[in-house]
């Protein structure tokens, strides 16, 4: 099942598990994203069969993500006059999991994702194994130059 919804401004084929970069917006919700009826453009339940977005589609999601994207470089010149300019631009995102897609009582719904598990802390161990390696190795002699 899949679904093409607009956001921002574009339009985004999207199934369950999709994850998506749209333009910034304030999360609600406790980072759970509706999409409107209205931005529901098309939605897909089997192979062939597809049916205009206002009867009865929804399409949820849930923020995984914010933050902006690599910068571009916006340079403006005119010959023959020394006119230049240098301007840079990141644009701001917030990156959507589409967590499940309904259709007339039909639910297509992601898996859950695991929960990361937090780094074991390395910090404390690191002294000890640098100290272990420095006796461990012999010490170099100096060698004395021939004239």
């Known amino acids: 099942m899949y679904a093409v919804i607009r956001a921002g401004g574009k339009q985004y084929r999207v199934a369950p598990g999709d994850v ?6 304030a999360s609600a919700n406790g980072g759970k994203v509706e999409f ?8 897909s339940s089997e192979a ?9 589609a929804s399409v949820s999601g849930q923020i ?7 910068k571009i470089l916006v340079f403006h010149y005119k010959r023959k006059k020394q006119y230049k300019k ?16 309904s259709l007339d ?3 297509a719904t992601a898996p859950e994702i695991a929960a990361r598990k ?13 100290a272990a390696v420095k006796k461990a190795a ?3 002699k100096a060698v004395a130059k021939k004239k």
């Open 36 to 43: 409107a009826q209205s931005d529901i453009l098309a939605v």
């Open 64 to 70: 995984v993500d914010e933050g902006r994207a690599k």
């Open 118 to 130: 937090a780094k074991a802390k390395v910090e404390a161990a690191a002294p000890k194994a640098k």
């Open 20 to 25: 998506i970069k749209l333009e910034s917006f």
């Open 86 to 101: 240098l301007q840079g631009h990141r644009q701001a995102f917030t990156a959507v999991r589409i967590t499940e897609i």
């Open 48 to 56: 062939g069969k597809i049916t205009t977005g206002g009867s009865g």
């Open 138 to 140: 012999p010490k170099k």
């Open 105 to 107: 009582g039909q639910k």
